[in-house]
């Protein structure tokens, strides 16, 4: 029969180019690409990909994954509250999880594709294709082109294009930096070609290759089960292939798979990580794999200094003496972003380290994370650079030397920027809120320490300090009905934590309800530690007992200067304020 | 959204470049627009004259169409026809913007009319009598009140006129599974109520402007066939209440359906072209060829594309407006990629294969015997066997003088591949 269509690659040219004209008469497109195996489409996408990038359009991607809310299903709503850009053709995959959803929403509602000029690719496996077709036929009316990838390459091709793809984009500064829903694409596309696979000889080496860096993207998704099977997969293919440099590849990810293991013994995980990464270093050593080398000698850094047993200053000594190590092949030249990591991480070493000379720990630490930030940037790494902000913003904050407002307007200077970047997660957003609202608080500001306390709750209702903090800052300003709230919430989510109780019956006795806050003073006085001398002065400030106040808040000030500021403030303390000794105390200005 | 098209669209073509966008399949046509084409036995002249004619109960008419067919660029141009505009106040909407059509029911329906006579008589500048819009506020009020007894949460007080309930009901009917029961439940025994407010706001614009209310509905045909069915079986009786003229566009199984003859008296079916003559492939049906053309020709002149394409686009076409319009755009693509001033068979031949491709992937061994059984008779001896082939185009039928189906051209080569001799059996 004549229907011999022109080879793919051409035919890609061909799609390219209707996509281009779409764009210069301003009308919408849709095209359907029919692929049968994932290795084919892969290699035509990054084809077509190319082509788009020649004609200055680029591809937005938008995958429906197997857990996909039914919400997430109707595809043309997504593209109304999230428009292309003018040179932006959406790529859409896996429309099998999103039927009969997306069916419907195309069928009905086709016309709002060429309304708004969308320029729509559909990736489609042969049976999303036909059901499209079969379900949707008012919609498969308007498709402007139809390209059918037939090829299901040879087995020997396949399994190459696999190893190939499996590698594709696995770059670890990019996997840290992923989105989560490109990530899951890189884990459905590698589940897919490893389907695709036979287990056979041949195609050994390429299913270890599938198993190894699914193993590392389902590690950065924190899907931390199916990153271990992945692993141990990978293993055991290691072992059959007598591969020593996949198995210390393996060790040193399931070294970071146990060393982020949230359940079981923390140490047990952590001795199981070290020992894993012991294990890579044996093959990965500085002549043989100086990189390879690095990235596991920081890991096992990490381990270290996140070990919760044994002696803490010898344990970040050892994280230390890895970071060091790492560091010598960690250049900023042969590797800026790992540099960048290794300089953060050994920053957070000195900076928690007991031992020493406490300023010149700290300052070590933030002569490290500035050295991170000349290439943590931005543009380059922008989650790595908020975090590293952050920590620069707690050195500066617990530096004892120097000028303490201005270490703090420095601290406040990283928050803010740290929060200035986009699309941080609530985790992360809400610890840097709170580190912002702590140092406003110190500082004296309280509308933008209060400002920032209600950013952090927002984010994450169910911090009991913030509430408690933000319950003060409003009793300072006199707020009592909404310090009253706050200081009742933190009592409900930690109702064993005693200053919260203490807090409460501060407040509850200046709105002269006497009775509840001397209930409140009494539980406080149980739960409150014996060695708490800061909160203790706090409570008994509120009870009214002066001289006991004066001489916890002595204790506590020797034990942490840095509680200065605040407790002149605090107004957990209000009664002890016009007290000579109070004044005193309050007015040695710390490292002055 | 309604969206207007640059003018430019519809200049007639120079370069291949700008031809390929005259051939957009989802280019909507406005009224007025060049490149309309006149064909033979169109239906529109007849849906007029009854509407123009229509003495009494104003008529009730059911439009039908085959995919492609041109059904929306007919009825732009009914609702926008000097006489039909200076007898009657037409109201146009498409229920696709307001339902589900998975459960789509005459409450529904009734609803969007509601809504959109109300909304499209006040935008332009209509009025209605204080009294009446009393009426319409009282209704609205009960209907709240009873509705959020219930566990509604309709928005109650003055702040929302009847147009905006309508919508914001519909709009919870769509979304909201608790409230489309609750919605359905209340609206049932008293949709008389209902149609009494429809046939009051129509009396009123009738008073106000001296025209009659012509509700026309689009994409009533979209929904799933049972739902279409359980509508206009189960729920004629009531779409045919309200005192103003409507036309339903119904789906084509429906029209040709001998359990909906009762319509058949005020519906109108809008053919795809007839190329040829019945079980005469090589005697061409001229007036069909000519507007297939003039379709083409009205969009590009006639240097772009060599005549024996033409002539092959045209033929693979099967006489419905919207694959030529596939056809032409692919072959552009290919024409263009391979640096060629016009269109040549080679072309068409590769647009009209993308079609075929299409075809191999949704038909079944038992498809290609009734296919094979469709080119050599030419008959529709099997119509609930046939049914998902006219909805898939896979058979197009043509109705001038004679009901008549054939195979889409494009699979041809495929029977011919295929070689199934076997006459289909007996369901």
Redesign the interface.
Known sequence: ???T??PVE?RL???A??LD?ARR????FIAFI?YRAESARALFENILVNRLRTLNQRARRMWFQPDSPPAAHDLLSRLLETPPAADEVIFVYGLQHAFPGLL?AL??????????RWRLVFWAL?DE??RV??DA??F???????L?VPEVPPLEERAQLAGTLAWAGMDDSEIHNLMPAERRARIALRERLLDELPESEDTQSTRADLHYTLAGLYWADRQLGKAEEHAQAALALAQQMDDAELHARVMNVLGLIYADLPTGDRAANLARAIACYEAALRFRTPEAAPLDYAATQNNLGNAYRNLPTGDRAANLARAIACYEAALRFYTPEAAPLDYAMTQNNLGLAYADLPTGDRAANLARAIACYEAALRFYTPEAAPLDYAMTQNNLGEAYRNLPTGDRAANLARAIACYEAALRIPNLSPWEEVKYWSNLADVCREQGQVDAAIEAYQHAIALDPERADDHTMLGSLYELQGRLDDALREHQQAVTLEPGMGMRHGSLASVLRKLGRDEEAAAHLARARELIPPDDHYNLACLEAIAGNTDAALDHLEKALAQNPARRDWAARDPDLESLRDHPRFKRMTNERMGE | ???SQ?EY?FVRAKTL?EA??RF?????LPVGSPFYVEREDNPLGRLQRALLLARGNPPKCFFAGH??SGKSTELNRLVDNADIRQRYWPVKFSV?DECD??DLTYIEVLLAMGAQIFSQYRAAGGRMKDDLLGELEAWKGRTVTRLNEKGATFESGTGLDIGKFFLSALLKVKTEHITRTLVRQEIAPRVSELIGLINLMSAEVLAQSKRQVLVVIE?MD?PPLEVSRKLFEGALTTLMQPTCAIVYTVPVSIYFDPAFTHIRDNSYFLPNLKLHEKKQRAQPHKDGIRAMRAFVLARMTDTLIAGDALDEAVKNSGGVF?EIA?IL??AI??A??RQSARIERVDV??AT??I???FR??LTQEDYQLLQDVREHNEVRYPERLGPLF??LAVLEYTNGENWCDVHPALD??L??MGAQTAPTEA
């Open positions: 029969m004549a229907d269509l022109p051409r040219d061909l799609l180019g209707a004209r008469y301003d009308t919408g029919i419907n069928n009905y509602r086709r016309e709002l594709i060429p309304d708004h042969d294709a036909t077709m079969r036929p008012d498969w009316a308007f498709v402007n082109q139809v059918e | 959204m309604m969206v640059p669209l470049e390929w966008s957009d399949p989802a280019l909507p995919r492609g696709r059509f998975n994409d979209k919207r596939h755009q692919r693509d290919n263009l990629a031949a590769w294969a993308q075929r491709s299409s992937r949704l909805h898939l080569p495929l011919d591949e």
